[in-house]
């Protein structure tokens, strides 16, 4: 049997080596959509910062983890992967809160919307939101670069939002 040490080791080379591969393929496709259609695409930098966000939380808690749960860990490149996943998703989830304003206010980023035709809207509407939403300012861009990191750091943050929203209140963000 290995010791916690050797395991604590392993989960650890394994979280480099699906940082590494994770950020590859979202720097690869973010590279490709800027080189293709010169644009940035906003949603793949809010994935990727959501998914170093799960990375640094998972390694940050492999110390304080059970042993099953770290044998679990050792074990499965699966399971490893699958909080920093988690992450980038909720950082998604967080983004398109960002962008209906259903979280709203000094400390969240802005951004400018194209303005939809009336009164019927177009799938033209929908793909010049895609590729022409951006964050209004530098500042906006900082914003939204930190929350997305964020909500993939802290597991209970998004999905405390959603509740919230579920609920019915509003008010913004609850406390993290």
Known sequence: MTSRTEKLHTVT??????????????????????????????????????LLGGFVSIQQRLKRLGDEELELLSRSWFQILLIPV???????????????????????????IPVFTTPMPTSNDLVQFLVTTYPASGQDVAKLLFWSFFAGFSERFVPQILEKAAQGTSGGAPKA
């Open 13 to 50: 080379k394994r979280l480099i080596v699906m940082t590494a591969c994770a950020l590859l393929v979202v720097v690869s496709i973010f590279g490709f959509t800027l080189f293709l259609h010169g644009r940035l695409m906003v949603s793949w930098v809010c994935f990727g910062c959501g």
């Open 86 to 112: 988690y992450g980038g998703i909720f950082s998604l989830v967080l983004y398109v809160g960002f962008l209906s304003e259903i979280i709203k206010g000094p400390l969240f980023p802005h951004f400018v």
